[in-house]
T-cell receptor, first 110, second 116 residues
Framework: SQQGEEDPQALSIQEGENATMNCSYKTSINNLQWYRQNSGRGLVHLILIRSNEREKHSGRLRVTLDTSKKSSSLLITASRAADTASYFC??????????FGSGTRLQVQP | DGGITQSPKYLFRKEGQNVTLSCEQNLNHDAMYWYRQDPGQGLRLIYY???????QKGDIAEGYSVSREKKESFPLTVTSAQKNPTAFYLC???????????????FGPGTRLLVL
């Protein structure tokens, strides 16, 4: 079963709006990472948040982590059409490779 | 240019045939990974390697085989035992498999495997 599950599965917004995606996981983690995938391409790392951090920013991205609820959220502010992609959370439990969730497909309408 | 490359971009497999997907990295990373992605789905780990001449099964290793004879190369063979091989295959690398410091993975562009 998946360690991380994203919610919603799909999200459609207008350009300029904010997009929020959530990720829930099951076991304790060392860190949680967010990746982006354009259609038919490889994944690109966006941001990493460690288990002892609660919030992190990178440009228009804001990630939060609540280890008591085993959940994380990714906020993209002032979205652009170029942000259209699938977004995946991945958890590092310290045991082996990252475990990826099933992703949120974001569509930003121009 | 540093990066991770996969070839070919598209690969066609006939019934009963073994095919090999190439993955090369020049990032000097110790760890390499193979994932399978089905349409609209997340990534599932097939095999991973922490160091040369060593590799471990992931969640869906049946019907696949790998080798790690060189640090920069981690080819994946899809054998005839894999009955449903049609998928998008992604290779990735990182400095190590995991740790408190956190390791990000760098992905190749992927290979799409189709069955004739």
């Amino acid at each position: 079963s998946q360690q991380g599950e994203e919610d919603p599965q799909a999200l459609s917004i207008q350009e300029g709006e904010n997009a929020t995606m959530n990720c829930s996981y099951k076991t304790s983690i060392n860190n949680l990472q967010w990746y982006r995938q354009n259609s038919g391409r490889g994944l690109v790392h966006l941001i990493l948040i460690r288990s002892n951090e609660r919030e992190k920013h990178s440009g228009r991205l804001r990630v939060t982590l609540d280890t008591s609820k085993k959940s994380s959220s990714l906020l993209i502010t002032a979205s652009r059409a170029a942000d259209t992609a699938s977004y995946f959370c991945a958890t590092d439990t310290g045991r082996r490779a990252l475990t990826f969730g099933s992703g949120t497909r974001l569509q930003v309408q121009p | 240019d540093g990066g991770i490359t996969q070839s070919p971009k598209y690969l066609f497999r006939k019934e009963g045939q073994n095919v090999t997907l190439s993955c090369e990295q020049n990032l000097n990373h110790d760890a390499m990974y193979w994932y399978r992605q089905d349409p609209g789905q997340g990534l599932r780990l097939i095999y991973y390697s922490q160091i040369v001449n060593d590799f471990q099964k992931g969640d869906i290793a049946e019907g696949y085989s790998v080798s790690r004879e060189k640090k920069e190369s981690f080819p994946l063979t899809v054998t005839s035992a894999q009955k449903n091989p049609t998928a998008f295959y992604l290779c990735a690398s990182s400095t190590s498999t995991s740790g408190v410091a956190g390791e990000t993975q760098y992905f190749g562009p992927g290979t799409r495997l189709l069955v004739l």
